[in-house]
């Protein structure tokens, strides 16, 4: 079953990082920091079973692409 924005918004949600984030914006004009981001990727790892090194967040910069990022690791 394909993972959706929202499962992916859960993730921050269940870890404290931002509020109200919209899938299509850049995280880091939404406040997502250098520490945070790499938090929720971790957090992604575990509960996805994906590989979501730094670098790779890096370039993943909305929700929206982590989502087909992480589908398409599946």
């Keep these: 079953m394909a993972l959706t924005s929202a499962d992916i918004l859960a993730v921050f949600t269940e870890l404290g990082i931002g509020s109200d984030l919209q899938a299509d914006q850049p995280l880091l004009e939404?406040?997502?920091?250098?520490?945070?981001?790499?938090?929720?990727a971790v957090a992604m790892e575990k509960k996805f079973g994906v590989d979501l090194s730094n670098a790779k967040c890096e370039n993943l910069k909305t929700i929206d692409l982590m989502t087909t990022y992480i589908n398409s690791m599946k």
């Design 30 to 40: 939404q406040g997502i920091d250098s520490i945070d981001l790499p938090r929720a």
